[in-house]
Nanobody, 125 residues
Framework: VQLQASGGGLVQAGGSLRLSCVAS????????LGWFRQASGKEREFVAA????????SYADSVKDRFTISKDNANTMVYLQMDNLKPEDTAVYYC???????????????????WGQGTLVTVSS
């Protein structure tokens, strides 16, 4: 599968953005999906994940109650709705897909088989 993330941009603190990730090659229902981010000079970190059928989600503590991950199996898309953005959310955001698991969500990079190219989110103070 190929993943392509989009929707990044410049937003003021307190604002919102919605990232999208489109999957091609196989139906998106075939994968558990996740979002990760990497700020300049830092390691990539987990943001949010959703199970294969979309019934389970998980979030990093730093984004809980502000970000929402969702999955549109019919249109092969996964979304990350980001509200109340903070300057510390500034990073390149990546979507990723796990091809093997039928159940559960995953917060480790090594659990993912495919990665998109990333989209930059910049939050100004």
């Amino acid at each position: 599968v190929q993943l392509q993330a989009s929707g990044g941009g410049l937003v003021q603190a307190g604002g919102s953005l919605r990232l999208s990730c489109v999957a091609s090659g196989r139906p998106i229902i075939s994968y558990a999906l996740g979002w990760f981010r990497q700020a300049s000079g830092k390691e990539r970190e987990f943001v949010a994940a959703i199970s294969r059928r979309g019934g389970s989600t998980s979030y990093a503590d730093s984004v809980k109650d502000r970000f929402t991950i969702s999955k549109d199996n019919a249109n092969t898309m996964v979304y990350l709705q980001m509200d109340n953005l903070k300057p510390e959310d500034t990073a390149v955001y990546y979507c990723a897909a796990n091809r093997a698991a039928f159940y559960g969500t995953f917060g480790r990079e090594k659990d993912y088989d495919y990665w998109g190219q990333g989209t930059l989110v910049t939050v100004s103070s």
